[in-house]
């Protein structure tokens, strides 16, 4: 399946975490913050940071995936 298909509408955290650990580019993670807006889903930069607060993700995949969004 791919991430587009699991982001036509608002994702599960679950599906969502499962479309980060995917993220190859940044490219990828800026398609998904663009599917993201068109929903009614939190912005992703807070969506990470909730993630890590809740230890839904490492701190590694945190990371990358914030550091990508703000350089990207």
Known sequence: MKTTQLLAERPK???LIDALRGCRTVQELKGIEQRLS???????FDWICDLLVQRRISRGLAARLLSQLHNG
């Open 13 to 15: 955290e679950d599906t």
């Open 38 to 44: 068109t929903t009614d889903a939190i912005p992703l």
